[in-house]
């Protein structure tokens, strides 16, 4: 009889035996299949159907839009389970009830049933579908009222696609993961719409007309029950900075909210706010009170998205990693954040992106010096690579060893009076944003 695992590290590492395309990028499977989750969850007893389920997918913004649409629940009284990826810190991130990150023994406990049910199938699982079975059972367990489940990438063939949801959303779509999900916005958008379920309501954020039209032909194939666009049955009136983020204006069917404030940089996390308030009132059934909008936005706080940690210099962190992304940050640094020194960015990424895509938005911002870094991870694109890019364009360049050595020099260069940036990928701001945090309870 195989003994239960002793300790967390020990099922982390039964966890990481099996194959992770988080680190060695996929391609499109010739045959792809979800049969594997849904075996699983059927010794599982389905556990996916013992609660409310917001399912949201998109390009940019998803991590950003789960975060808020969690928070308006529970401040709306509800238990929410949060399925996000990938961590910054800790794997225990990605799954969180009541906005707390299932500690070490309960995670430990439930791995090691997870794994007697793989010995049970035909098949052995990857270590994303394993992660996506123990969120939704840990969901069950804990007698959550909703799950607000992020996709991992894509949508179609995404391992969390074996949920019926009730609300699917669909935040934008522009070009990223060509390799797997299609080498235009339409087929990406396609594949993104495959998360639609029957009965569900559809929440559309920031696209083009031609993407809503493949968005709504989708919904209609599926038997969804409706669908709410941005602009149209859902609006932002108004979209102002403010100190530590936004003031926004807002519509949902049935209700108007007048001066919001959304604690997230960027203005692009009013449309995120929309997005994440429509899902809600269509989850709810009604719209929530401006009381339960006040505050559910006012406690939101989103890792690693525009993220500011601290003071002289000014030390941020952004997950922006793909030309949207990038444009986004680019717009957010040249309106919300001037300072009188040295700009730095600390640049990471992995391969199959041009570094083009993410230092030219970043010039443009005023980024004027870039130290080059590369995200531990198999993936990891040549600092080389991005350096040679960063000195075509006219930025003074550095490459350092690691990311911890990257951000001890961005804050030599930038001074009291600059700016630290860590970006290009999720990958190099977890490493940067626990580096930049031991450095100020040092300096605290």
Known sequence: MTQPFASLDEALEWLDDHIDYERVAPTRRLLPSLAGVDAALALLGHPEDSYRIIHITGTNGKGSTTAMATALLSEAGLRVGTYTSPNLHRVNERIAVAEQAIADEAFAELLDRIRLVEDRLDERLTRFELLTIAALEHFSDEAVDVAVIEVGLGGTWDSKNVVDADVCVITNVSLDHVAVLG??????????????????????????????????????????????????????????????????????PGEAYRDIHVPLHGSHQGANAATALAAVTALLGRAPSAEIVEAGFGRVEVWGRLEVLGHQPLLMVDGAHNAAGAAAL???????????????????????????????????????????????????????????AAQELGLVTEVAASIPEGVDRAIALAGENGMVLATGSLYVVGPARQRLLERLVTRS
Do not use: H, Y
Not at 340 to 368: H, K
């Open 330 to 388: 680019s717009n957010a640094l040249q309106e919300g954040f001037d300072v009188a020194g040295l700009q730095v960015a600390v640049l990471g990424m992995l391969e199959g992106r041009d570094p083009l895509d993410l230092l030219g938005p970043l010039r443009d911002g005023g980024i004027s010096t870039v130290v080059c870094v590369a995200p531990v991870t198999p993936r990891a694109k040549p600092v080389d690579e991005i350096a040679q």
């Open 183 to 252: 080498s235009t916005p339409e087929e990406i958008a396609a594949d993104k719409a495959g998360i639609i379920t029957a009965g569900s309501t559809v929440i559309v954020g920031d696209v083009s007309d031609g993407i809503a039209q493949i968005i709504g032909a989708r919904a209609d194939e599926s038997g969804a029950l409706g669908l709410w666009r941005l602009g149209s049955e859902f609006t932002v009136s108004s979209n102002r900075l403010a100190f530590g983020g936004r003031v926004v204006d807002f519509t949902v």
